[in-house]
Each structure stands twice: as C-alpha cells, then as structure tokens.
C-alpha cells in the first residue's frame, strides 16, 4: 500500500482586512480560492528554492512612481494621439526617415 499525504496542517497568517478583500476579489475572478493560491506559492517556493518573484528594495524613482497620482496622469484613446503628443505630429514621418 503506497503513502498518501493528508492534509493536516495549516498555517496562519495575519494581513488587514483590506488586503485580505483586495486578495480575495482578485483570485475569485482567477476562479481559485485563497487557500489554493497560498498552496501554490508554497509550492513554487518549493520547486524554486526561494521566492517565486524578485524582491528587491525599490529605488528612489520607483517609489515616486508608487506615490504618482495616477488620476492626474495623462490619458490617450489611441496610440496614434500618444505618439503624436510625446513625438509631435509629425511622428510618423520621422520614423519613416529614420528607418530609411
């Protein structure tokens, strides 16, 4: 008779309210509950022998960019009227000459 595994442990963490709601409103639209997301990442922390993502201290440009209001960004309905604000509008003359 083989070995099974059950599962009979658990492991508690403590996180805001928020973050838990946050969290949980993103994986319902994965379609996988809490639980099966934190087995997940132990398991990629298992096959990867450390965090399954880069953690790094930010540097001072990109904390600026967490603390950037995004609402007071500038928005484009298209790429043409992006490319046209950031290269003026003549932009796609310009590329033309400079792949020519």
Excluded: C
């Amino acid at each position: 008779m083989g070995k099974t595994t059950a599962k009979t442990q658990i492991v508690q963490a403590r996180v805001t309210p928020q973050l838990k709601r946050d969290a949980e409103h993103v994986l319902d639209k994965i379609g996988i509950s809490t639980t099966d997301a934190f087995r997940m990442f132990l398991r990629q922390v298992v096959l990867q022998k450390g965090l399954p993502f880069e953690a790094k201290v930010p540097n001072k440009a990109t904390i600026a960019a967490f603390r950037e209001d995004v609402n007071k960004l500038k928005s484009y309905t298209s790429t043409e009227e992006m490319f046209k604000d950031i290269l003026g509008k003549n932009w796609r003359t310009r590329e033309k000459k400079k792949y020519a």
